[in-house]
């Protein structure tokens, strides 16, 4: 979805919430997954400041967003100081709503389906997944993360990372090392892109 049909999504979406509230409905039940794609939606559409050139990396994985929790903390020191990256550099796919629905099948089309869409819009250099369940779940594989992780995977086109969770870190704190590996290539490889 381009800019501009973003816009029209979004502009429909508004003009349907003023209708609602002048009707008195104040709120409507959507799903987390739709609300992930609704967000992401009015996000890249509503930031004047946002070029989607500026992203280097996105990165796929689970309470990256919420920068109170130890996740989100650790998260930002990887950004910041591991990656010496800004926040503008950085996109996030929260796949928390992929694991709380459905069936695994149906949860690996859609991830799948919301990862092209954000690939497609801001063209990153890197993808990155943390957690095995989420590199499982993107490259339709059984494989343990041990297998997948340290290595670059075509994604369409693109290339993809596996990584560790950063729950697993914050449990572990001896995994360090490993992450620390998968970061330094990622590093290697938005370098080389320069």
Not at 28 to 50: C, F, P
Not at 79 to 85: D, E, P, R, V
Not at 153 to 160: K, P, R, S, T, V
């Amino acid at each position: 979805m381009n800019l501009q049909d973003k816009n029209l999504v979004k502009q429909k979406l508004m003009n349907q919430t003023r209708l609602l509230k002048s009707l008195g409905v104040h709120g409507l039940l959507i799903s987390d997954k739709k609300m992930l794609e609704l967000h992401n939606i009015v996000d890249h559409s509503n930031d004047k400041n946002n070029n989607a050139s500026n992203v280097k990396v996105l990165f796929i994985g689970s309470n990256l967003n919420n920068k109170s929790s130890e996740e989100g903390k650790l998260f930002g020191n990887i950004i910041t100081k591991g990656m010496n990256l800004k926040h503008e550099n950085v996109s996030i796919i929260d796949t928390d709503p992929f694991f709380k629905e459905s069936s695994p099948i149906t949860n690996r089309e859609e991830l799948v389906s919301l990862i092209q869409k954000e690939v497609d819009f801001i063209l990153p250099l890197v993808i990155v997944s943390l957690g095995e369940k989420n590199s499982q779940l993107i490259l339709n594989t059984d494989k343990p993360l041990d297998e997948l992780r340290n290595k670059f995977y075509n994604f369409n086109g693109f290339n993809l990372l596996c990584t560790l969770d950063l729950d697993l870190l914050i449990k572990d704190s001896s995994k360090k090392k490993l992450i620390w590996e998968d970061i330094k290539k990622v590093n290697r490889e938005i370098d080389d892109e320069k």
